[in-house]
Nanobody, 120 residues
Framework: QVQLVESGGGLVQPGGSLRLSCVASGSIFTINTMRWYRQAPGKERELVATITSAGSTNYEHSAKGRFTISRDNAKNTVYLQTNSLKPEDTAVYYC??????????????WGQGTQVTVSS
């Protein structure tokens, strides 16, 4: 019913930037809070940034000042601009959203992830 597809990951040198995108598609009635998570090898998945339907944002401590989450409601898309990347930012980045379809209540959906590797 709903699919989230991330893109924009890749290999970048320390200090570089990447813009991650996540597009939601399907029988979408409304998209509520959207989030970016990441999971590094051998570690638990952690919340990086959150944006509400009203545009309020919140960031995990290490992301503050370097990452910016934004959304384009007309395109059903959420972005994560990542700047001043560090090797410890290396992880698979996942998009997560609370989405209501035309046929059911709001549910949590996940994308398949996009790999971000920060290395010289």
């Amino acid at each position: 019913q709903v699919q989230l597809v991330e893109s924009g990951g890749g290999l970048v040198q320390p200090g570089g930037s990447l813009r991650l995108s996540c597009v939601a598609s399907g029988s979408i009635f409304t998209i509520n809070t959207m989030r970016w998570y990441r999971q590094a090898p051998g570690k638990e998945r952690e919340l990086v940034a959150t944006i509400t339907s009203a545009g309020s944002t919140n960031y995990e401590h290490s992301a503050k000042g370097r990452f910016t989450i934004s959304r384009d409601n007309a395109k059903n898309t959420v972005y994560l601009q990542t700047n001043s990347l560090k090797p410890e930012d290396t992880a698979v980045y996942y998009c997560n959203g609370d989405i209501q379809t035309y046929v059911g209540p709001s549910k949590s959906y996940w994308g398949q992830g996009t790999q971000v590797t920060v290395s010289s």
